[in-house]
């Protein structure tokens, strides 16, 4: 019998699979998350949240559902209870310093929840380094978050390594 793919890399299984693992994130939160996971449109966004705390839905973007990895997935799902928990805006209202903030909030229930937070940063530098008025830089942000949680550079970029790695195999 074959073991299943390591979760830091492999893409979420299935709808299935992304519920639990929000439902893991939000748990992980300590908070009273009522959450509803939808996909999105196409063109759109990864992920985002409208709604509030005691009634929220996710929206995933389709084709985003089947590519990202499992793990990664725990993290966007818990920046964006983190919008609704620590009252941080809607998107439309944010700038980098609040997305920061979520990144960092997100993270602490991801980690809560057992997900990889190294693999995570790992694959964020995998992707192009967008900057927007509303984000900033995604890199800017992989470094800001590896100094709060005390991972070296070395960590992530192994990370990011084994990803590329996984990704040119499948």
Known sequence: MQARPDPRYRPALNFGELQTIAGEVARASGRKINWH???GENPGPLVRIRGTQADCTIFIHPLAAKKVPANTWAFLFG???AHLTEKLGA???TNPDIELKADITGSRYATAAGFRLDA??????TEPNK???SHGTLHRRVDEIAKRFGIHQ???RAQAQ?????????
């Open 91 to 93: 998107h439309t209202e």
């Open 79 to 81: 920046h964006e209870f």
């Open 131 to 133: 900057t927007t008025s």
């Open 120 to 125: 995570f940063l790992g694959w964020v530098l």
């Open 37 to 39: 996971l939808r996909l």
């Open 162 to 170: 084994l990803y590329s790695d996984y990704r040119a195999r499948h």
């Open 154 to 156: 070395a960590a992530i």
